[in-house]
């Protein structure tokens, strides 16, 4: 989740133009929108699939790692990452399942207001993330790694944990602050757009 999603400004000049120059093609400013809805769904949709690959691959390696445990500490461990996993796969899958394609019947206020509220869902998601996706990776991880590191040396587990601890905050700086502010910056512009075609 820490991939920015470019900034599409051809609704936005679109709109500029309209203020400047009237009046507005409608249907091309549908079609912009329409477009860009399309590559903002398709990004997420590529996000969620390499974070549903990403618990594939790591639900399986904890299971086999808890049935191995030597003893019922890293039993415990292995539960908690098997969960962490589950837990996050699954937060993500709750936040889009309820997306559908647009008709494309719909009129320009429709498909306008279908962007922003992506833009919203998408913000929200991403300014909690820290709780729902990077603290239980973060605390699973590392109480494994503490668990099962108990024939390495504690200055290496020490250091696991601190390149854990500084990659999760590097997580939520990309997330809360980057993309965030970046969407933020996209949505703006286009509510703008969307104000002033009213005041026209």
Same mark, same amino acid.
């Given at each position: ?13 679109? #709109? ?8 507005? /093609? ?6 912009? &929108?329409?477009?860009?809805?399309? @590559?903002?769904?398709?990004? $997420?949709?590529?996000?969620? &699939? ?9 639900? =399986? ?8 445990? @030597? ?14 996993? &589950?837990?996050?796969?699954?937060? $993500?899958? @709750? !936040? ?7 008709? =494309?019947?719909? /009129?320009?206020?429709?498909?306008? !207001? !279908? ?20 603290? =239980?990776? #973060? ?8 668990? @099962? ?9 020490? %250091? ?20 965030? %502010?970046?969407? *933020? *910056?996209?949505?703006?512009? &286009? ?10």
């Amino acid at each position: 989740m820490n991939e920015p999603l470019l900034p599409d400004r051809e609704s936005q000049q679109l #709109w500029q133009s309209h203020v400047l120059d009237p009046p507005m /093609d409608t249907q091309a400013v549908i079609r912009s &929108l329409a477009s860009r809805i399309e @590559r903002f769904d398709r990004t $997420i949709l590529w996000r969620n &699939l390499r974070e549903y690959s990403a618990g594939l691959i790591l639900v =399986p390696v904890f299971t086999l790692m808890t049935f191995h445990a @030597r003893n019922k500490q890293e039993v415990a461990a292995g539960i908690f990452a098997l969960l962490s996993m &589950l837990w996050v796969t699954f937060w $993500i899958w @709750r !936040a889009h399942r309820r997306q559908t394609p647009l008709d =494309p019947s719909l /009129d320009m206020e429709s498909y306008r !207001a !279908a962007l922003l509220a992506r833009y919203d869902q998408q913000i929200s998601l991403l300014k909690t993330a820290r709780y729902w996706y990077v603290l =239980p990776i #973060w605390a699973s991880t590392v109480t494994f790694a503490v668990v @099962r590191g108990g024939g390495f040396s504690t200055w290496l587990v020490i %250091g696991f944990a601190v390149l854990m601890t500084l990659l999760c905050v590097g997580v939520i700086w990309v997330n809360e602050v980057y993309t965030v %502010g970046q969407l *933020r *910056r996209d949505r703006d512009a &286009l509510e703008r757009g969307c104000f002033d075609s009213r005041d026209e």
